[in-house]
């Protein structure tokens, strides 16, 4: 379904919130919602989002909510999408849980496998921000090689994040056979809203993980937000990908590969970055980028 | 402008029968406006705009408006909702055809 | 017609899951409560129950399922125990803090380490603060009766408070007795379905568990106090209402066991509280004025009860399935700061550790130890009795 910028709704139902300015998180909500509509009840962990959005008595998200536990959201919405069938509600709800890359492939991760095993019906988004960012750039399972967090400070014996390679939930969501999984960025909102669009229809358990850049905790002007976001893409650090009902292929391919230092060099987490350093992420890049060609079949 | 409006009639409880049990509220509750995050703000050159919304989509905080049309030329004339806009400039980054600047606030003759 | 059925305590808990007829269950097994949750997989896999049992991968998973469904008004029922309940524990909070009405079970049993599947009440007395109401069933018949009455008690506008069953592992979980089963039209008139409007729910949206900051967090909490104190009375209410009902009555917060004119009085919970009984009618032949105060709420706290009997006995003991190291056994502490300024000699028996039976020599030995101190013997206040050396 392709998606027209001038006829999509102009209804807010994510408004006032206190995200920090230029937030890829707020943007990736927002997005989804748009596509969602009214009849959407959404459940968020304890995170950024629920923090900026439903701070009493401010409450900025305008359709059925609530707040649970971060490794219990998508048990929580499990338990809602159960009940509302239970309780009869209108067929066309959609049962939406939000949350960061820490509360999802991280401590969310054990909760998310049991959702999908039972294949519950809801849409689960998470926004990856690369590490966890409420409680002030900790490091996560998402945090990408060589950067710089609050835990993984840079020095004379640390160059910052030691994983070469971040966890990849579109391959273990894929793995748990679910009907929809995807990748999208908060950068190609037509392809990101699409896919939302494309997950409203289906029913059972659908994971969309969305790049979702921070100004806070990257360091960088919040003006280029959406330009990191598309740097990321085009350089192959990230991917637009989907998996329908085990057809994987990616949406979006990149004439050719940009070079990621001009990524880097934007932000202040990899401000320590050396020539070397930079080689060393780009052979990485290089290798990941083929690993995916066999995963999602292109060449 | 089609925004929500902060609510200037909040009332804050003032008894336990008037607080919600349990941490409720109701949704969509505005209790304070954001403009005290900005330092700069978007200033549309309407010459220049091609109405391709990407600024609109892109805002984080969702408040340029889309509603309001020019009624000599039938084009959208895009709106910032002062109260809820942070500055971040996002909007001025991605115009394609860079007809947003952003102007310090108390700056512009407005 | 109601019938009889010869039931474990976890067979007759769910018979009155059943009865209440939740909407959802989510539950993830753990011994001793493994046949409560089978009892409910039988009764749908029979066409007795429509119930949605969510199978959970965690008893993390299982409160939090059971969160959900209830914010969106549906009745819901978990059940676990031991580590299953310290798992879930973080959700217990989020629970009773948003104030859902969840009704749980738990069976008691030891905490790991020394890793050990059997009974005491540790795992439970360490969610003391967790903010949900604490009943203590001492058969199998008040377990699946007080299931019926917890809903009722939970699902109070007034009230609106997660309730946690307990019944000992094993002692009552696995243990036969007969019980009678009300029928469906008897428990409908009793526990009509649950209705609210603090939900979410298509036209009237809500926001559920918000954050509340140092502005408003202090009066959500005395908010739920509020809502602890009122459960005292309305636990009474429905307790007599059961009995008017039902024909059983089980006395509210506290039963007083042939106390009238005793002297001496054990304090008991759970099954320890029919071993109590028995020893008591024992101890009457031989003519010793002793009686059995049996606490059913553990939260709230009967501390009227406890304050208004601080001249009526000579000496007080505690049996506790549970202590807390460096202080005392958990229950002990509670009836001693309630009864505050009283006279009584006061004892506090620790037993019935990690299945260990409490026996009725250890019962005797109790009523024994408080009757040296009511003639001036000498007793350590707190002790573990039964100990191997």
């Known amino acids: 379904m392709a998606i027209n910028l001038k006829t999509v709704d102009d209804k807010e139902l994510l408004y006032g919130t206190k995200i920090c300015q230029g937030c890829g998180a707020g943007m990736a909500a927002r997005m989804a919602l748009k596509v969602l509509g009214e009849k959407t009840v959404l459940c968020t962990p304890a995170c950024c989002f629920a923090a900026t959005t439903t701070v009493f008595p401010q409450s900025s998200i305008f359709v059925n909510n609530a707040i649970s536990a971060f490794p219990g959201l998508a048990a929580t919405a499990s338990g809602m999408t159960h009940a509302m069938k239970a309780l009869g509600w209108d067929d066309d709800y959609t049962m939406l849980a939000i949350a960061g890359d820490g509360g999802t492939i991280d401590i969310g991760l054990q909760g998310l496998s049991g959702a999908a095993e039972r294949n519950d019906d809801l849409i689960y988004i998470c926004y990856d921000n690369e590490a966890y960012m409420n409680t002030g750039v900790q490091r996560s399972g998402s945090t990408p090689f060589d950067a710089w967090t609050t835990t993984t400070p840079t020095g004379p014996c640390s160059k910052g994040e030691k994983n070469k390679f971040r966890k990849s939930l579109f391959e273990i969501m894929s793995a748990h056979r679910i009907p929809y999984v995807a990748t999208a960025s908060v950068a190609y909102p037509q392809d990101y809203m699409a896919k939302v669009a494309k997950a409203k229809e289906i029913k059972g358990c659908r994971v969309i993980h969305v790049s979702a850049p921070c100004p806070t905790g990257w360091g960088y002007d919040t003006a280029k937000t959406v330009e990191l976001a598309k740097m990321a893409v085009e350089s192959g650090l990230w991917y637009l990908a989907e998996n329908e009902g085990g057809e994987m292929k990616l949406t979006y391919k990149p004439k050719e590969l940009k070079d990621p230092a001009d990524y880097l060099k934007m932000q202040k987490r990899f401000k320590h970055l050396t020539e070397e350093d930079i080689q060393e992420i780009r052979e990485i890049r290089d290798a990941e980028w083929e690993r995916l060609k066999k995963v999602l079949s292109f060449e | 402008m089609n925004k929500p409006k902060v609510n200037k009639d909040l009332k804050l409880p003032t008894n336990f029968d008037e607080l919600m049990i349990g941490g409720g509220n109701g949704v969509g509750v505005l209790a304070t406006v954001n403009s005290g995050f900005r330092t700069f703000h978007p200033v549309f050159d309407y010459n220049k705009c091609v109405r391709c919304m990407f600024c609109w989509i892109y805002c984080p905080e969702g408040c340029i408006d889309k509603t309001t049309v020019d009624p000599e030329s039938g084009k959208i004339m895009l709106e910032v909702d002062m109260d809820y806009c942070k500055g971040c400039g996002v909007c001025a980054n991605e115009c394609p055809t860079k007809c947003i600047s952003m102007v310090k606030d108390g700056d512009d003759d407005e | ?389």
């Open chain 3, 1 to 389: 017609m109601s019938r009889k059925a010869f039931l474990s305590a976890n067979e007759a808990a769910a018979h009155g899951v059943r009865l209440a007829k939740p909407e959802i269950v989510s539950a993830y097994p753990i011994t001793p409560q493994t046949t409560l949750v089978e009892k409910i997989a039988d009764f749908i896999a029979d066409g007795e129950s429509d119930i949605d049992y969510i199978m959970v991968e965690s008893e993390h998973s299982a409160m939090a399922a059971a969160f959900g469904a209830s914010l969106m008004g549906a009745r819901t029922f978990t059940a676990s125990s031991s580590q299953g309940l310290l798992y879930m524990a973080e959700m217990l909070h989020y629970a009773s803090g948003t104030r859902v009405p969840i009704v749980m079970v738990d069976a008691n049993r030891a905490t790991a380490a020394p890793w050990n599947i059997y009974g005491d009440q540790r795992d439970t007395m360490s969610q003391r603060d967790a903010g949900w109401i604490m009943l203590f069933a001492e058969s199998g018949q008040e377990a699946l009766d007080m299931i019926l009455q917890a809903y009722k008690i939970a699902e109070d506008p007034e009230i609106m408070t997660p309730v946690m069953v307990n019944l000992d592992g094993f002692t009552l979980t696995h243990t036969y007795d007969v019980v009678e089963i009300p029928d469906q039209e008897e428990v409908d008139a009793f526990l009509p379905p649950y209705k609210t409007d603090y939900k979410l729910d298509p036209e009237h949206p809500l926001t559920m568990a918000a954050t509340t900051g140092p502005d408003f967090h202090t009066e959500n909490r005395a908010q739920q106090q509020l809502a602890m104190e009122a459960a005292k009375a309305k636990i009474q209410e429905v307790s007599d209402e059961f009995a008017k009902m039902f024909g059983r009555d089980y006395h509210g917060l506290v039963e007083e066991y042939r106390c009238d004119d005793a002297e001496v009085a054990l304090v008991a919970t759970g099954s320890s509280a029919g071993t109590t009984r028995i020893i008591v009618d024992e101890l009457r032949e031989e003519g010793k004025k002793v009686g059995m105060i049996k606490i059913r709420s553990f939260r709230p706290f009967p501390k009227e009860y406890f304050h208004s009997v601080i001249d009526k006995f000579k000496a007080v003991g505690v049996i506790d399935r549970s202590i807390s190291f460096g202080a005392e056994g958990t229950i002990f502490q509670e009836v001693k700061g309630a009864m505050y300024g009283s006279d009584a000699k006061l004892g506090n028996y620790i037993v019935g550790l990690g299945g260990r039976d409490v026996s009725r020599a250890l019962i005797k030995e109790m009523f024994d130890k408080l009757f040296n101190m009511v003639n001036g013997g000498e007793e350590e206040e707190v002790q573990f009795l039964g100990l191997r050396w």
